[in-house]
């Protein structure tokens, strides 16, 4: 097993395979660290109708497995692991796997995307896998022909609003503003499918149920009333949080944990480690934006490594 590369990818959403064929291509002969999800976000959600090249739509999981092929067919050796701790003190840069072994890097891309929020609430750890869960496409067909709540206003909480839709018999979505934060379009389907109803000015305050929820104790702020909506289901769609903890003590992040980049490139403040994709992007987070970044971090290592003298 090569514990040294010119080329270390952190991630493998559409910005780390990105990065990763280009790498390849170069001859850096990159390895990448796929990350407890590989694939990434792409990997839960469903249709995928915004990315080019694809005229009639594809799916997310399916559209991942042709990015993964891709950077196979380049010889990029790709690992299902997790990079557990990193060390930029001195180069080549150390990446500890798994808490197991370490690979030593002369340039490293970070690709780590981002991860949902959850509310907080005990009650939402509690019955986690058992009535609450983050992502609807996984999980509505357990809710099929049931009446669930979804939480948040984003295009995130409006397409899964969308996707239970087809599956459950009423789907209430909670809104603490009053208004959806949601694009029009994903607006103007919520608003008509018939079984979405939208709470506006509402806080989810509990998640109750004995083995399994039954119901989500709100809070109307427009006339203070508290009640229980009767739902077996609880889908937090509230946002995300970028995976970079392992990053903190090495790289600038940003107040929310975004890692800051050189405008017009992929720099970090390390030279020779650069950021691609939603773990440095809170503006765009698309899957074609990732991408983009993605090859854009390819040619700053390349770059990088020309000029090193590699
Ligand atoms: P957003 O940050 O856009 O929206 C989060 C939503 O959750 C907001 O309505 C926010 O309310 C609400 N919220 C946040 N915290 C809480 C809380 N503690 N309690 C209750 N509500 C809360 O995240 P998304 O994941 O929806 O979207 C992220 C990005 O991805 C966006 O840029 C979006 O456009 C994009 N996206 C695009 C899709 C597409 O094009 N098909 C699909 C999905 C996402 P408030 O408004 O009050 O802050």
């Not at 270390?8 to 002969?29: F, M, N």
């Not at 557990?84 to 990446?95: E, G, I, L």
Request: net charge negative; proline share 4%; charged share 20%.
């Amino acid at each position: 097993m090569n514990t040294h590369t010119s080329c270390l990818i952190i991630g493998s959403g559409p910005a780390g395979y990105t990065a990763a064929i280009y790498a390849a291509r170069a001859d850096l002969k990159p390895i990448m660290l796929t990350g407890l999800q590989p694939g990434g976000q792409l990997t839960i959600t469903t249709e995928v109708e915004n990315y080019p090249g694809y005229p009639e739509g594809t799916q997310g999981p399916e559209m991942m497995e042709d990015f993964r092929k891709q950077a196979l067919r380049f010889g990029t050796d790709i690992r299902y692991q997790l990079a557990s701790k990193v060390d930029f003190s001195k180069r080549p840069f150390t990446v500890t796997v798994d808490d197991k072994y370490d690979i030593t890097a002369d340039t490293v891309i970070i690709s780590t995307g981002a991860s949902a929020k959850w509310l907080g609430l005990p009650s939402e750890q509690t019955f986690n896998g058992y009535g609450v869960s983050a992502c609807a496409v996984c999980d509505g067909f357990f809710y099929k022909g049931q009446n669930v709540a979804i939480v948040g206003g984003g295009d995130t909480a409006a397409e899964e609003a969308s996707y239970l839709a087809k599956l459950c018999t009423k789907v209430t979505m909670l809104v603490r503003k009053d208004e959806l934060r949601a694009s029009k379009a994903m607006q103007h389907r919520v608003f008509n499918t018939p079984n979405i109803e939208v709470l506006f000015n509402h806080d989810t305050l509990e998640i109750v149920g004995e083995q399994t929820v039954n119901g989500v104790v709100v809070r109307d702020n427009k006339t203070d009333k508290t009640y229980t909506l009767d739902v077996t289901g609880f889908f937090v769609a509230i946002g995300h949080k970028p995976n970079t903890d392992i990053f903190k003590d090495w790289l600038d992040l940003d107040e929310t944990g975004y890692i800051k980049t050189v405008l017009g490139s992929t720099n970090t403040n390390i030279p020779g480690v650069f950021a691609a994709g939603d773990a440095q992007d809170k503006i765009y987070r698309q899957a074609v934006t990732a991408a983009g970044s993605g090859c854009m971090a390819a040619l700053d290592a390349e770059r990088w490594l020309t000029e090193q003298g590699h």
